[in-house]
């Protein structure tokens, strides 16, 4: 047996942990760090933004309702997607400090994909909501009830749980004898599989699969859901009606525009044709950090019964400042 043969023959039999990888980030760009403010900048936004509509929603009873638990939800998937992703990235490229522990980067990615998987199915039962309300109007309250909604989340975070798990977990089967550089800007899935020196055909199967299962398999299901709510607002004689119907679902659309178009734009280009590594960073970071940052915005701005909402708070709150000061 050869040097090649019984090198090889070693790597398959065990497993080369590395202590550390090293995250590269951009290459030749000047002035990346301002890039990296501004996610800062992105991040306080996004954590102001969703505790304050996740405050709202908590504290105003009227909102106490099956579609803002789907709401609840989605803000909390973005503040912890958010903080799961920004200020690691922030301390890897502000502070320098490239090199990550391997089991470190293994949880990193972990958390990074459960809580941006979990929103894209987010979507999915927000899309299924307004499917309800405008479809079936008069069983709107017995279909789409509390402990209903609570189901289809909790069976979305444990059906998301298993297949981040799973990617993770092959992730932990791959030697690591050669490249130890994730070009990326956090330990992403792809760029730390392909540095595996034996077979990551399972990994490549898993990251498809999660592809299909994550971005247009619950693209699909929202598309045919607005098939089926547009065919019933045809049917809406009055187009007064027909317009209060469609407001009611726009800022879910935007939602998802915002979501999975990015996303969609990124992983066809790395599938189909080259893209540069900068570029790939440039709108996966978007990708992950926008939606997040705009997902309360669009709500608390689109949404006539959470501006109704908010103006109660704001106005018992100054009552009770008001009172407070006199007594």
């Not at 958010?82 to 990193?108: G, H, M, N, Q, W």
């Not at 019933?232 to 178009?261: D, M, N, P, Y």
Request: charged content about 10%; glycine content about 4%.
């Amino acid at each position: 047996m050869g040097v090649e043969e019984r090198s090889a023959s070693i790597i398959n039999t065990t497993f080369v942990r590395p202590a550390a990888f090293y995250i590269n980030g951009f290459t030749n760009i000047p002035h990346a760090q301002y890039y990296y403010v501004f996610l800062c900048f992105v991040y306080i936004m996004t954590v102001v933004g969703n505790g304050f509509l996740m405050s709202v929603i908590y504290l105003v009873k009227t909102l106490h309702s099956p579609k803002y638990m789907i709401v609840f939800s989605l803000a909390l998937t973005d503040l912890c997607g958010s903080t799961a992703l920004i200020p690691k990235v922030l301390d890897t490229f502000l502070f320098d400090r490239r090199y990550i522990v391997y089991e470190a980067c293994l949880s990193y990615m972990f958390f990074v994909w459960f809580f941006a998987f979990v929103q894209s199915w987010t979507l999915v039962t927000m899309a299924y909501d307004r499917f309800v309300a405008i479809c079936f109007p008069l069983r709107y309250h017995s279909i789409v009830t509390k402990p209903a909604v609570a189901v289809m989340l909790l069976l979305t975070w444990a059906a998301v749980l298993s297949l981040v798990a799973c990617m993770a977990g092959l992730l932990d089967r791959l030697s690591f004898c050669g490249s130890l550089v994730i070009q990326s800007f956090y330990c992403d899935h792809g760029p730390i599989y392909r540095l595996g020196c034996n077979d990551f055909s399972a990994n490549y199967n898993v990251a498809y699969v999660a592809l299909i299962t994550t971005v247009f398999l619950p693209l699909t299901l929202i598309a045919l859901t607005y098939v089926c709510i547009a065919v019933a607002l045809s049917r809406i004689a009055s187009g007064a009606e027909r317009l209060k119907a469609l407001k009611t679902c726009t800022s879910h659309l935007i939602l998802v525009a915002i979501f999975f178009l990015p996303l969609m734009a990124t992983n066809l280009a790395v599938m189909t044709s080259y893209l540069h590594p900068n570029t790939r960073i440039i709108n996966s970071t978007l990708t992950h950090t926008v939606p997040a940052l705009l997902n309360p915005i669009i709500y608390s701005l689109k949404t006539e019964e959470v501006m109704k909402s908010i103006k109660k708070l704001w106005k018992s709150i100054r009552s009770n400042i008001i009172i407070s000061t006199i007594l």
